[in-house]
């Protein structure tokens, strides 16, 4: 079935470091992909997302792009702050209306000051 | 913006308990999930629903009920709470349209004494 696999952590961070999660998936097909964030004590929202290869997503700094020959969709980001401080989950989907997302395990990222 | 609500941020009931777990959105979206959420293994999702009146099973079914008897509410219930049952529970909500993007409610933190 499709799957999604992600880095665990968790992981610590000082503040300005360079981020990479890495994220690959196993898919019959070529699916929508997505990374959703949850901070502390809220529940998941929508970071950035990307329908297509080479499709790049972007959103508050984070990149992702959409790898088909490697299945991979890693997040980046160049300099992290302690607001960064969540737990990162990869998903995929496909097709329209009511089918479900696949998501990978999360990753807590903790950024000290 | 869009909201997804759920009736409690924090429950505590006793093992044998019925217990009904309500989440409301205010965006007309056809499609809303429960998940429940443990460390260590992610997202699980419990039931879905794409239509009033209508409902699938997840991945972790077993132990829960669901009902959708109008479109903005979708309610999870515990038909007899067990100790196995303490979690986070979050409810979520998407429209139709390929790569929708997902909305989140804050979540229920759950436990079963």
């Known amino acids: 079935g499709d799957s999604v696999t992600q880095m665990e952590g968790p992981v610590t961070l000082s503040e300005e470091a360079f981020l990479t999660i890495n994220c690959t998936y196993t898919?019959?097909?070529?699916?929508?992909l997505f990374w959703y964030v949850q901070y502390p004590g809220e529940g998941l929202q929508l970071l950035l997302k990307?329908?297509?290869?080479?499709d790049k997503g972007s959103n508050k700094g984070f990149e992702a792009t959409y790898r088909k020959e490697t299945t991979s969709f890693h997040l980046e980001k160049g300099s992290v702050q302690v607001s960064d401080s969540a737990v990162y989950f990869c998903?995929?989907?496909f097709g329209l209306g009511s089918e479900k997302l696949v998501f990978g395990k999360g990753m807590k990222l903790t950024v000290n000051p | 913006d869009v909201k997804v609500t759920q009736s409690s941020r924090y429950l505590v009931k006793r093992t044998g308990e019925k217990v009904f777990l309500e989440c409301v959105q205010d965006?007309?979206?056809?499609?809303m999930f429960w998940y429940r959420q443990d460390p260590g293994l992610g997202l699980r999702l419990i039931y879905f629903?794409?239509?009033?009146?209508?409902?699938e099973k997840g991945d972790i079914p077993e132990g829960y009920s669901v009902s959708r008897e109008k479109k903005e509410r979708f309610s999870l219930i515990l038909e007899s709470a067990s100790t196995n049952q303490t979690s986070m529970y979050l409810c979520?909500?998407?429209?139709?349209?390929?790569?929708?993007?997902?909305?989140f409610g804050p979540g229920t933190r759950l436990t079963v004494l």
């Open positions: 998903a995929l989907s």
């Open positions: 979520a909500s998407r429209p139709d349209g390929r790569a929708a993007t997902q909305y």
């Open positions: 898919a019959t097909g070529y699916p929508s």
């Open positions: 965006m007309d979206h056809e499609n």
């Open positions: 629903s794409y239509d009033v009146k209508m409902k």
């Open positions: 990307a329908t297509k290869a080479d």
